[in-house]
């Protein structure tokens, strides 16, 4: 129950800066230019110092086989969501479109901007080395398995149509379905390297640069939270509560599979470290980057964003509630 407890008020915690966000941006504190300019400093500046100074703080030692079990739990977690949601969309014979959004909106869930503050918050911040993992395999994923189901969405017949211009291709007119392993290296999968790396080999770094470090990585959790408020902010949230296959959606994403999946790994002979991480993430909800997928590649953005909006508000209650089956 401490945890439950822990989780719910971090979880509060967390909303409240959502809901500072949201007002700010219904206020016009900033605006959607504002917002990408926010996006773009957390993920190219103040996320990847959250990552290095949450490692540079981490006080034990390199430990080999324990880091190779949180590797066999990622790899363990993605298969898992990757069948799981192959298996639940053909049991109710959802059409192909719909088909390649929810799989597209199981697979990629928020394991940074939401992910960290949890993790960082409940277990340490030597808890975030195995947070590290998830996110360069999303990052790999997300620009090969991503952009498949994505682009599927455009050869879907429902697929919105976009008349008197060409379909769009992504990218510099790369074909929706094209795997861009160039977009693999970016900010995200480098930091994550680098990460990995000082833990590792833990070169001396002198103590200025580690406050340094951890102060940039501080203002990424508020400033992540009030990003997420603010998209919330645009969207239309009378019809995301109006559409009755987001609630079947959201209770399959944010408890049925959660929940299996915590009842499985609970079996495994791992440390409750790699165990501990590998429930959380299973909590988490849909991330952003999935509406941004669709959106590039197959006219569905808005769709998938409404379905984040409402996993991310069902994450304050999901998450505490899950936290009953750790034990």
């Known amino acids: ?76 977690y993605y298969a898992f969501v990757i069948a799981a ?20 909106m199981l697979v990629f869930s928020n394991v940074g901007f939401l992910g960290i503050p949890v993790v960082r918050a409940v277990y340490g911040p030597q808890y975030v080395l195995y947070l590290v993992f998830y996110m360069l395999f999303f990052n790999v994923l997300a620009y090969t398995y991503g952009i498949y189901l994505a682009g599927s969405l455009a050869d879907s017949p429902a697929a919105p149509a976009v008349s008197a211009q060409p379909a769009k291709t992504g990218p510099r007119g790369a074909s929706p379905r094209r795997f861009q392993l160039r977009r693999i290296v970016n900010i995200g999968t480098v930091s994550g390297v680098i990460a990995i790396l000082l833990f590792i080999l833990r070169p001396p770094v002198p103590e200025p640069v580690q406050e340094f470090c951890s102060y940039m990585g501080n203002a990424c959790v508020p400033l992540s939270m009030i990003l997420i408020g603010g998209s919330l902010a645009q969207l239309p949230l009378r019809e995301i509560f109006r559409n009755p296959e987001n609630y079947i959606f959201t209770a399959v994403k944010m408890l049925l599979f ?70």
């Open 85 to 104: 949601g192959f298996l639940y969309v053909h049991l109710r014979r959802l059409s192909h479109r719909e088909q390649c959004l929810q799989q597209l």
């Open 1 to 76: 129950m401490e945890i439950t407890a822990l989780l719910f008020r971090q979880m509060l915690v967390l909303f409240a800066m959502m809901a500072t966000g949201f007002l700010a941006f219904r206020l016009g504190v900033f605006g959607k230019t504002g917002q990408k300019e926010i996006s773009a400093l957390i993920v190219r500046i103040l996320n990847p110092f959250l990552m290095i100074s949450s490692i540079l703080s981490h006080t034990g030692e390199a430990d080999g086989p324990v880091l190779l079990q949180n590797l066999a739990m990622v790899s363990l």
């Open 258 to 327: 959660p929940a299996v999946g915590i009842l499985l790994a609970r079996l495994l002979p791992f440390a409750p470290e790699v165990r501990n991480v590998f429930y959380l993430v299973l909590s988490m909800p849909v991330a952003s980057l999935a509406g941004m997928l669709a959106e590039e590649y197959g006219h569905s953005g808005n769709d998938v964003n409404k379905v984040t909006a409402m996993t991310t508000l069902a994450s304050v209650l999901t998450i505490p509630l899950l936290s009953l089956l750790y034990a």
